[in-house]
């Protein structure tokens, strides 16, 4: 495939030359473009949404832990893969083949089309009177939550997409990083495969997707070591399991 070879030509489409967002591209997702930019500082600030990253391989439990926490404690969970997928099957999505391309590739989709997407989704959450109802019932009709919660699921996982969102988007307060050994997630891979519908899912992609992992994501994770952020979480253990060592990591970091 090309994709190695010719990642500029193929955000080409996407971005101007100064290697912002075109202005057709941003409308063409589905929320409307917003303006924050590296100059006017991150579109969030960090008092007012609590921003939290969880990331770890392919079929490290991302996805299932997400969905317990929003139910505990009323976060909006943002999956980038989820994005992706949604923003790939949009009809009209001048996106759609190019993410498929990446996806399938298991390769990093260039980083304006995901982080417009979270930055829309966000956006989204944040103005949303039912999205205020839903989680203040998911907090047990707590209606004090003094900042929105977000889970941000399976980003960043390139070293410019992390340094781009901390600037122009919000600064996270913590990593969760969900640790797995390699043989263990490629059977829950396989094993999701059967159901899952997803073009990744299959021995060619899973491969490539471990390979990016590691050379691609791992840097990530290191980086936000370095400033204090992570917390490591033993995540080839049963799901109940993992969820505990979870809510200790994050109560922390919610005052909870
Ligand atoms: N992806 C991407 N950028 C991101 C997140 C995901 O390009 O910031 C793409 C990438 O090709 C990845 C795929 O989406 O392999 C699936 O990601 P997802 O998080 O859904 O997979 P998971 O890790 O949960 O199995
Ligand atoms: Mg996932």
Not at 111 to 125: D, G, H, Q, S, W
């Amino acid at each position: 495939m090309p994709l190695a070879a010719t990642p500029p030509a193929e955000q080409s489409s996407a971005m101007s030359a100064a290697g912002v967002p075109a202005p057709a591209p941003a409308a063409e997702l589905p929320v409307p473009a917003t303006t924050s930019n590296a100059t006017t500082g991150p579109a969030f600030d960090p008092k007012e949404v609590t921003v939290i990253f969880v990331l770890g391989g392919p079929g490290a439990g991302k996805g299932t832990q997400c969905a317990r926490l929003v139910q505990d404690y009323g976060f909006v969970h943002l999956s980038a893969g989820d994005l992706l997928r949604a923003e790939q099957a949009r009809p009209g999505s001048q996106f759609g083949a190019m993410i498929k391309e990446y996806i399938t590739e298991g390769r990093i989709v260039p980083m304006e089309v995901t982080i417009k997407l979270l930055e829309n989704a966000m956006r989204a959450a944040m103005s949303s009177e039912a999205g205020q109802a839903k989680e203040a019932g998911a907090a047990g009709g707590n209606k004090g939550i003094p900042a929105r919660r977000f889970l941000v699921d399976g980003f960043p996982r390139q070293m410019d997409q992390a340094v781009k969102f901390d600037e122009t988007v919000c600064p996270s307060s913590l990593v969760l990083f969900l640790v797995c050994p390699e043989p263990i997630l490629l059977e829950r891979l396989l094993e999701r495969g059967k159901t899952s519908g997803r073009d990744d899912d299959n021995a060619a992609s899973i491969s490539k997707r471990f390979q990016t992992f590691i050379n691609t994501s791992m840097p990530v994770v290191d980086y936000y070591r370095k400033q204090g952020k992570v917390v490591d979480i033993d995540s080839a253990k049963s799901i109940e399991d993992v969820y505990a060592d979870i809510k200790s990591a994050i109560e922390p970091v919610l005052g909870a």
